[in-house]
């Protein structure tokens, strides 16, 4: 997309921006790391730092993506001088390495849309279901023919331009999930036993926090909201003067809070209902859903709606991870989006297939203890997203001056000083403070550190 076209309505870019955000982190990552990492505890924490470090950097990102109205790597160049555009270089290597094991995912609901359609899912046990993925992701051909057949949807739709791809569709598809979500937890909460599943969830035992769990939260809260990355920076910049900036800000946390809360309510109570483990990791969803849904009458049939919108909302999600390399690597010239866009998808997908197979035939492959998969995942979402945060936290508020950051934010809002002040201070001082101590934290530094002062 050239920098003169914009997005359509202001509706298109919150949609996109939201869309963005919800994805596989809100429903199918969020349930297994809460679950993993000590449920209610895990919850306020990847509450607050949603709200404490989450809020400013997206505000963050939407600035001077808006301010530079340029490509996710130039921007930082333009706006201070071009050594910073090694920051959006990180977040185009991450959207890289990101994208090539998301789409393993994305092949995964696939396969379980082809499996439903064929009735393979129908009346089992939970355990069974249990199973059934395993054997189901295990297998090397169907994982790997999925994972293309998502990388080239999401090549086809990216490679046509963002606004015909994917502003009208997230219009229908967003709601329609929050409402099939809705039937999902009420339907969970009815089942035996479903109240200790909310216990878990929402009552926190802060005995059961690590340093590692707290390190999950804080990247699980950057990767449900795409940050880190350029991507929310990149969607700004195709954004007119007169959109309201905090307002589009606050109605995607809270949209991004209320679907993963209401993934936990529709998983958990099934998850103490069955009697099965809450760390049980990436299967979680998988094992769990089919289980709660065949109880219901038509379940199969809603199983089948649910899957396909979580499937949209991955799309969504995985279309800004491309955009930005393609807007990175053709400098958003149109007549290049093409040839890029496919170039990118294909060498995406390659490298997605060791992780592709982590499940199955390379499942002994591991470094530190990790399938690739795994690796993948932690390098992303562990580290490269709070690092990029962190430089962006630092580039936004030490480089740009207050006063050019209040003014782009007043633009389209009649936003306080005070607010503006807050946010701003929370992205000087407490968002690198904050990355910061939860990384020696996690690397076990900081009883290391502490024990110099004593
Ligand atoms: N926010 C997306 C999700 O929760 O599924 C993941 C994501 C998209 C992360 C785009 C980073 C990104 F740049």
């Keep these: 997309m050239s920098q003169q076209e914009q997005w359509r309505s202001k509706i298109g870019f919150i949609l996109a921006a939201a869309g963005s955000a919800i994805g596989l982190g809100a429903i199918w990552k969020f349930p297994y790391v809460a679950g993993t990492g000590g449920g209610g505890a895990f919850l306020f924490i990847f509450l607050a730092f949603t709200l404490v470090l989450g809020m400013p950097l997206l505000l963050g990102e ?73 054997k189901i992701i295990s297998n090397p051909f169907s994982v790997i023919a999925a994972q293309l057949v998502f990388m080239l949807i999401t090549i086809l739709v990216v490679s046509q331009g963002i606004q015909k791809g994917i502003e009208s569709a997230s219009k229908v598809m967003m709601p329609a999930l929050v409402f099939l979500f809705l039937i999902l937890v009420i339907r969970s909460l009815s089942l035996d036993g479903a109240i200790e599943g909310v216990k878990f969830l929402l009552v926190p035992d802060f005995s059961k926090l690590t340093s590692e769990s707290i390190l999950f939260a804080l990247g699980q809260a950057f990767f449900t909201l795409s940050l880190g990355v350029s991507v929310m920076l990149t969607y700004a910049s195709y954004l007119p003067k007169t959109q309201n900036l905090p307002r589009s ?55 089948l709606a649910f899957l396909i919108l979580f499937l949209f909302a991955a799309f969504t999600s995985a279309f800004s991870m491309i955009q930005i390399i393609v807007a990175a690597v053709t400098k958003n010239d149109p007549s290049k989006r093409k040839k890029s866009t496919w170039v990118i998808g294909i060498l995406i997908f390659i490298v997605g ?72 201070f929370l992205l000087k001082y407490i968002v690198p403070i904050a990355i910061i101590i939860v990384f020696l934290d996690a690397a076990g530094l900081s009883d290391w550190i502490l024990s110099f002062f004593k």
């Design 62 to 134: 939407f600035m001077i993506g808006r301010m530079g109205q340029s490509d996710p790597v130039q921007t930082y160049g333009k706006l201070a001088s071009k050594k910073w555009n090694i920051i959006g270089k990180l977040g185009v290597f991450t959207s890289f390495v990101l994208l090539s094991f998301y789409s393993v995912v994305g092949g995964w609901i696939i396969l379980y849309i082809v499996k439903t359609l064929s009735g393979e899912l129908n009346g089992l046990t939970q355990d069974q279901y249990g199973e059934l993925f395993g």
């Design 249 to 303: 800000a606050i109605s995607i946390i809270i949209l991004n809070i209320v679907i993963a809360l209401l993934a936990g309510l529709a998983i958990f109570p099934g998850v103490f209902s069955f009697g099965i483990e809450p760390d049980a990791g990436p299967v979680l969803i998988f094992a769990v859903l089919p289980a709660v849904f065949e109880q219901m009458p038509y379940g199969m049939l809603f199983f």
């Design 353 to 424: 297939v060791p992780a592709c197979l982590s499940y199955g035939v390379l499942a002994n492959v591991q470094f530190f203890n990790k399938t690739i998969f795994d690796l993948m995942d932690y390098a992303v979402s562990n580290i490269l997203m709070p690092l990029g945060a962190l430089l962006i936290s630092i580039f936004v508020s030490w480089k740009i001056s207050k006063e050019d950051l209040f003014n782009e934010l007043k633009q389209g809002s009649n936003i306080g000083y005070v607010f503006f002040y807050i946010c701003y």
